[in-house]
C-alpha cells in the first residue's frame, strides 16, 4: 500500500544553520557560553519552570536529578517496569535500586497503586515516566510523593511541550528531565535538560552535572561525586530555533494522532492508548496502540506486524519488560548492594500482557507526514485487519509453516 517514505527526523533548516554559525564565533564554546544560558531561559520558560540545566544526555540528566534528591548506595527508586533503559539504568549508575512497578495498560504510564504497593522505608525518589509523550498521571503520583515525602523526579525524555491540567510537565515534580537524542520531538543529535522550579534542587544539579564543583566555590573546589555532564554550545544553538517551531510540529502530530484514533474505533481488536483526562496536552512523540489476537482467531501480533511490513508500513513492539533485561541478571560483586533482589523472578501481569502481547507502535517520524500519509497508515491497518478477519487460515498456516 504504501513505498514512499515518512518525513525525515531531525529537519535542517536555515535558522538552525544560522544560529550554529553564529555560535561558533561566540567566545567560548562550552561552559558559561551565552547561548547555552538562553537555551535554558527559553526552555525553562517554555516549559513553565523557573530554572534549567543543560546535560550532553537524557541520562546523564535523570542521574543528576536523582544524585540532587539525595539518592545514596542503597536507596530505592520507584520506576515504570515499561520504559527505556535508561530510566532504570540512571538509578543503578546512582548506586539505587530501581523497584519496578505495574503499568496501567489502558495508558501504558506507570500505575500509581502499584507505586504505592512498592514503597518501604527505603524508597527516596519516584520516576514515572510521560510514556510516548503522553503524561503519566500526575496528581496521582503527586499526592502519594508528598503523602509519603518522597521526590519525584518526572522522566519527561519524550515529553518535550506535553501538559497536564494547561501546565507543562518536568516542573510540576521537584524536577523533570528531558532528552535530546535524535529521535525526540526536540533534538540535537545528543542532550538533555533538567528543569525546576525549586532552587536548592537545582542547585545541587548544578554541581553534580559540573564536576561537583558549587555555585558560590572556586573552579578547582569540589564538593560532591559530579561529573562532567554539560551540554556544547553548539548543541544549544541547534536547538534554540526549535522552540519555536516545536508547537508547529506538536499541532501535525496531534492531528494525525486523531485521525488514527478515529479510524482505529472502527477496528475491532485494534485499540490506540488513552490518555488521562487531565492530560491538555501530549507530544505525541510515538502513537500506541493495542493489538488484541482474540479478535483475530489468535493470530499473534508478531504475525500482524509482518502482513503491515508487506503494506510498506513499518510497526514494532517496542520495549520488553524492563525486568526480563540481561542487565538485571544480576552480578552481585559489580552491584552488592543488589543482594537480594529477584529481578529474574519478577513479574507484572499488565506489563507483561502489552508487552508481550498486545503493544504496536508506530515510529515517531509517522505522525509527521500529511493527512495523506497517515490515511495510508489507516488504509494499511483495515486492509491487514480484515485479511486477518475474513482469511485467518492464510495467516494461521503461516504461523505453523514458520
Ligand atoms: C523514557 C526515556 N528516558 C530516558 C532516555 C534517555 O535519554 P538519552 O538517550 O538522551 O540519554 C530516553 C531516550 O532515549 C527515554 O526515552
Known sequence: MRENPFPSWPQPTERIKQEVAQCIHEEGWGIGSR????????????????????????????WVALKAAGVKAGDEVIVPAYTFIATASSVLLANGIPVFADIDIKTGNIDPKSI????????????????????????????????????????????????????????????GCFSFQTSKNMTAGEGGIIVSNDEPFIDKCFSYYNCGRVREGGWYEHRHLGGNFRMAAIQAAVLIPQLDSINDFLTVRESNRNLLVSAMSNIDGITPLEQYPSVTRSANHLFICRFDSSHFSGISRETFFEAMQAEGIYTYQGYKPLYREDLFIVDEKEYPWLEGIDYKNMSFPYTEKFSEKESVWLKQNYLLGSSQDTQDVINAFEKVTNEMRNNPNLFLNREKNN
Open 116 to 175: 504505592e504497593e512498592k514503597i518501604t522505608s527505603r524508597t527516596k525518589a519516584i520516576m514515572p515516566v510521560h510514556i510516548g509523550g503522553s503524561p503519566c498521571d500526575l496528581d496521582s503520583i503527586n499526592l502519594i510523593a508528598k503523602k509519603h515525602g518522597i521526590t519525584l523526579i518526572e522522566d519527561a525524555a519524550q515529553a518535550h511541550g506535553a501538559e497536564w491540567n494547561g501546565r507543562k510537565v518536568g516542573g510540576i515534580g521537584t524536577g
Open 35 to 62: 547561548v547555552i544560558d538562553r537555551l535554558c531561559e527559553l526552555f525553562a520558560d517554555y516549559h513553565d519552570s523557573k530554572y534549567a540545566i543543560a546535560t550532553n544526555s537524557g541520562t546523564t540528566a535523570l
